[in-house]
C-alpha cells in the first residue's frame, strides 16, 4: 500500500508557465484534497472532491483548477504560475466514513521566479 | 465559517519537560479535533484526536483536552524528547461525512537535549 502519492516532488516555474501536479491513493477513499502550505499559515485548503468527477473550491482557489476523472487521482493545475504560488502543496485523501481523518501525501515543493 | 487559533507558534523547551500547546475555535459546532505533526520536510501525520462529548484522551506521552464552553483545546506532551521536535498543528471539524478540517497555524515545537 503506497498510500497518497504525489508528483513531482520538485518544481521550479517561470513566471506565466503552467504545471500540474499529480495525486493518486491507493486506499479506494472518496474524499481528496489539494492543500498549500506557507509559513506561518498553517495549511489552506485549495481544492477538494468528495467523489470521481466532482470537484469543489476551497478556501484559496484563484489561479488553481482540478479534476478528478478517476477515483484514485486528483489533479492540480497550474495555467499561469505567479511567484505567489511559490509553496509546498499536499494532497490528501480521506475515508467516506471518517472524513476528517486526512492522510497526506508528500508534499511538492513548487518555487515560481 | 470556523477560524482556529494556536499559540504559541514557537516553543522550546529542554528534555524531559512538558510542552503545551494550545488551540481555540470559533464554530461552537466543530466536534472533532484532531493534531497532527510535522517533522521537518515530511507530511503532516494525525497524532491523536478528541471528540466533543470527551474531555480528555491520552496516549502514552501525549495528551489531548477539550473545553467545549470555552471553545478550547490543548496538546500536552510529557517527559519531551528530541524525536518529539516538529510542527505541530491542531484543527476542528465536524466528523460526518465530507466536512472542512480548518487547521491552526501550527506550533514549532524545539526540544533541546
Known amino acids: 500500500n503506497a498510500g497518497v502519492t504525489q508528483t513531482p516532488k520538485f518544481r521550479v516555474l517561470k513566471t506565466g508557465q503552467s504545471m500540474t501536479l499529480l495525486c493518486a491513493q491507493d486506499?479506494?477513499?472518496?474524499?481528496m484534497y489539494w492543500y498549500r502550505q506557507d509559513p506561518g499559515m498553517g495549511l489552506r485548503l485549495i481544492h477538494y472532491?468528495?467523489?470521481?468527477?466532482?470537484?469543489a473550491k476551497g478556501e484559496v482557489p484563484d489561479g488553481y483548477n482540478v479534476s478528478r476523472l478517476k477515483k484514485q487521482n486528483f489533479l492540480l493545475g497550474l495555467e499561469s504560475a505567479a511567484p505567489s504560488q511559490t509553496s509546498v502543496y499536499f494532497c490528501?485523501?480521506?475515508?467516506?466514513?471518517?472524513?476528517?481523518?486526512?492522510?497526506f501525501g508528500p508534499g511538492t515543493r513548487l518555487t515560481v521566479t | 465559517g470556523e477560524n482556529v487559533e494556536q499559540h504559541p507558534s514557537t516553543l522550546s523547551v529542554q528534555e524531559g519537560d512538558s510542552a503545551v500547546i494550545k488551540c481555540t475555535y470559533s464554530?461552537?459546532?466543530?466536534?472533532?479535533f484532531p493534531w497532527y505533526k510535522q517533522e521537518l520536510g515530511k507530511r503532516p501525520q494525525l497524532i491523536i484526536d478528541?471528540?466533543?462529548?470527551?474531555g480528555e484522551k491520552k496516549d502514552q506521552r501525549i495528551a489531548v483536552t477539550l473545553n467545549k464552553t470555552a471553545k478550547h483545546f490543548s496538546l500536552h506532551i510529557t517527559e519531551t524528547q528530541p524525536e518529539d521536535s516538529a510542527v505541530y498543528f491542531c484543527?476542528?471539524?465536524?466528523?460526518?461525512?465530507?466536512?472542512?478540517?480548518?487547521f491552526g497555524t501550527g506550533t514549532k515545537l524545539q526540544v533541546i537535549p
Open positions: 484543527a476542528a471539524t465536524l466528523s460526518g461525512g465530507y466536512q472542512k478540517v480548518t
Open positions: 464554530d461552537s459546532a466543530s466536534n472533532y
Open positions: 478528541i471528540r466533543s462529548n470527551v
Open positions: 486506499m479506494n477513499h472518496e474524499y
Open positions: 472532491s468528495v467523489g470521481e468527477g466532482t470537484t
Open positions: 490528501a485523501s480521506t475515508p467516506e466514513a471518517r472524513g476528517y481523518e486526512q492522510y
